[in-house]
């Protein structure tokens, strides 16, 4: 295959684009399959001689797409969505025919500056002041983790990146128990450990207690441990929650810690104004996570993180071997100093063209209609006697079970099966609920309302 043969298979593979999206709701949204059904059909060694692209075309079209969990279906109402406007699919493949990689400015200049002009827009849009600047990982997963190894070592005063750990004091970090698993992950992979990282009391609001966060901290530091960040949460991941960020921030600053804001899926409805009382004080954090790959259209994978001050993150993450100096450019940023792997992506393409081909008011509309139509499903589903609504909606994700955990699960397989929608579960207070988000980004209202029918009627089944 040759760029000659590019150029035809690439239009091709536009018209299937164009077809497969066209038909989704044909389709179920999870694939009905059983582990193995697609590694029976791939030979068990790579060919020796080049074969048709015809073959593997058809093999594609054969094997591949209906052994898809379908992420782009506007009944996708599971985990959180990860939405692929047209737009970005369209930067997409200009940033893969490019094929750039751009560790350095100078491997990529369009990619550094396009990058540093979509962190100030989003960071406007946002409502953020204009004194942050920020970058963009592969992950929230990444981000938190380099906001974590950050807040190391400012705590072992720098000593960590050369001596390593053993030897140092223990250090501690702060989160609620509704933060996202990545906290955990990066506790462990930065090797503080995960039982040092406190999971302090949350209020009925599932909220941190600033009170809590302050009683732990100076408890640890009496025990002899060296506190050395606080994680906060902007939307939890199971169902919803939000910490009061300008109380946990205050008690924070007044021990000296930074904080780090986990905002993955809940950062892109801040786009709305309304919705930002629920992040009130968002303006003080040390460093902020969020997804534009999961909410606002930018596909996979695009994580934004704003940072106040990149000083201590790119002196705790950025090496410059002589192999990757400029000569004679210090007035330039190398965003391979920011994170954590060295070779990056053309990742603010695809949020250029989204933020333009549908502007912040397009993007807008689509969060608002999602939050109003989980509010109105959530209520269709409270009038249904066998159902009890467990956490109300946080913009447009809430859950529900019904009596029994037994009786709750069997549910979900039954919806999951039929293919129509796809929920998932979660666990809440020891009880097993089903969540529900509304999210995706074609979705309609009549999408939405097959919630609702396909739960009522599957419930009887
Ligand atoms: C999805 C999610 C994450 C993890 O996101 P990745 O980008 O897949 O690492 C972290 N925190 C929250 C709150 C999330 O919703």
Redo the contacts with the bound molecule.
């Keep these: 295959m040759d760029h000659e043969d590019l150029r035809h298979w690439s239009k091709r593979a536009a018209d299937w684009a164009a077809e497969y999206h066209a038909g989704l709701r044909d389709r179920a949204v999870r694939a009905p399959l059983l582990p193995g059904a697609v590694s029976s059909q791939l030979p068990a060694a790579a060919p020796e001689a080049a074969e048709p692209m015809e073959a593997i075309w058809d093999d594609f079209v054969r094997i591949i797409p209906g052994a898809m969990t379908h992420w782009q279906h506007p009944r996708f109402f599971a985990?959180?969505p990860a939405n692929a406007s047209p737009a970005s699919m369209l930067a997409e493949q200009l940033a893969n025919a490019m094929a750039a990689q751009g560790m350095l400015w100078q491997t990529s200049p369009a990619a550094t500056e396009v990058e540093q002009a979509m962190i100030g827009w989003l960071a406007g849009a946002l409502g953020l002041p204009g004194d942050f600047t920020g970058t963009i990982?592969?992950?929230?997963?990444?981000?938190?983790l380099s906001a974590v190894l950050t807040m190391r070592e400012k705590a072992l005063d720098w000593q960590g990146l050369a001596q390593g750990l053993s030897g140092q004091p223990r250090l501690r970090l702060y989160a609620s128990a509704e933060?996202?698993?990545?906290?955990d992950k990066a506790a462990r992979v930065a090797g503080i450990g995960q039982d040092n990282l406190v999971k302090v009391a949350t209020d009925a609001g599932l909220s941190m207690k600033p009170g809590a966060l302050a009683g732990a901290i100076s408890a640890d530091r009496d025990a002899g441990f060296v506190p050395a960040g606080v994680i906060l949460?902007?939307?939890?991941?199971s169902v919803g929650a939000f910490d009061r960020i300008a109380d946990c921030i205050a008690v924070a600053h007044a021990e000296g810690l930074p904080v780090h804001v986990?905002?993955?899926?809940?950062g892109s409805a801040m786009i709305c104004p309304e919705f930002r009382h629920l992040w009130a004080g968002i303006e003080a954090a040390d460093s902020i996570?969020f997804?534009p790959?999961?909410w606002l259209g930018a596909q996979?994978?695009c994580?934004v993180q704003f940072l106040r001050d990149p000083g201590p993150q790119v002196r705790t993450l950025g090496l410059r071997p002589s192999y990757l100096e400029t000569a004679g450019r210090e007035d330039i940023v190398n965003f391979n100093e920011w994170t954590v792997p060295l070779g990056r992506r053309f990742r603010a393409l695809k949020l250029w063209f989204t933020l333009r081909a549908y502007g912040l008011d397009g993007l807008r509309a689509r969060i608002r209609n999602h939050v109003a139509w989980a509010a109105e499903v959530c209520d269709v589903l409270r009038a249904m006697p066998e159902i009890t609504i467990i956490t109300e909606p946080s913009l447009s994700l809430f859950t529900f079970a019904l009596t029994s955990d037994a009786a709750t699960e069997a549910l979900l397989a039954r919806i999951n099966d039929d293919g129509r929608i796809y929920l998932t579960q979660t666990r809440h207070q020891g009880r097993s609920v089903i969540r529900v988000q509304v999210g995706q980004f074609d979705c309609t209202r009549e999408d939405v309302m097959a919630v609702p029918e396909v739960v009522a009627e599957l419930m009887q089944t």
């Design positions: 985990y959180f990982h592969d992950s929230a997963t990444t981000a938190t933060t996202h698993s990545s906290v949460c902007a939307g939890g991941t986990d905002a993955a899926w809940a996570v997804n790959h999961k996979f994978d994580a």
